[in-house]
């Protein structure tokens, strides 16, 4: 009973937060990106996702956004090609006519210690997750600067903030998404364009479900909360950063954690 009187108060003041806004949110056809466009479109926000590919899983996605009454698209891009972000951009801008939120959430891992990295894993995950966050922030600005107003949200990582072993490709990038959600913020702010970065920790997704239970609860020992985050956690936090709730917030890192690095 505490728990449903809590979600009827919350869908009773965080109503319709986003309501006649579009957001391109980059690999949202599952985990955290699905999320974070879930609780977007709950708020009235229209979508516009994308993925390398439009499978099934994405048309699913899109149909499942499409239930809470908001226009949604599922574009296929390959994020990290320059010209092809620009071109999708361009063709999102005349589906919805405004861009007012990007969420640069695509990215990949290919873990292994530096002295074994080779140079196809650290270009790999560079490109996905850093240059692809670059392109569609090159591609937007445009057409926030002309509105007058914008948020941008990068996905980064604890792992960006205090680094981790056997990922140094990852962590670099996400260190890097990092630094530019501020020097955006610095450069745009004046534009009217906030961007700022998430920063999660350990959270329970497709991915952490094929670690082994030995591994998972020595990452449970280390979070003060003593449980993983859901990808829920960290769209309620996407959502604030996106909605005027932040109107005064930019340059920031919110580190979404559990207290794990406190």
């Known amino acids: 009973m505490r728990l449903r009187l809590r979600e009827n108060k919350k869908d009773k003041i965080m109503s319709n937060l986003l309501k006649g806004k579009t957001a391109i949110i980059t690999g949202a056809a599952r985990g955290i990106g699905k999320a974070v466009a879930k609780r977007f479109a709950e708020e009235g926000c229209n979508i516009a996702f994308t993925d390398l590919a439009i499978d099934d899983n994405a048309r699913a996605t899109e149909a499942e956004l499409a239930a809470k009454g908001v226009k949604v698209k599922a574009y296929a891009s ?17 589906d919805f006519s405004r861009i007012d939120i990007l969420v640069n959430n695509a990215g990949i891992t290919r873990d292994g210690l530096m ?3 080779t140079e196809l894993q650290w270009d790999a995950v560079l490109t996905v997750n850093l240059k692809s966050a670059f392109n569609f922030i090159h591609a937007v600005s445009p057409v926030m600067m002309r509105q007058k107003s914008g948020s941008i949200i990068n996905m980064s990582s604890v792992v960006g903030v205090h680094g981790n072993a056997g990922q ?26 906030r961007a700022n970065a998430i920063a999660p920790g350990f959270i329970v997704t497709e991915m952490t479900h094929q670690l082994s239970d030995d591994v998972r609860e020595e990452w449970i020992k280390r979070i003060p909360l003593r449980r993983g985050g859901t990808p829920e956690d960290v769209a309620d936090v996407a959502l604030f950063l996106a909605s005027d709730l932040s109107s005064y917030i930019t340059g920031q890192v919110i580190q979404i954690d559990g207290g794990m690095n406190t």
């Open 115 to 117: 002295l074994r990295m």
């Open 168 to 193: 140094a490709n990852y962590s670099a990038s996400k260190a890097g998404m990092i630094g530019l959600a501020k020097s955006i913020a610095q450069e745009l702010g004046s534009r009217g364009i």
């Open 78 to 94: 390959n994020a990290a090609n320059f010209d092809d972000t620009h071109k999708v951009v361009e063709n999102i801008v005349a």
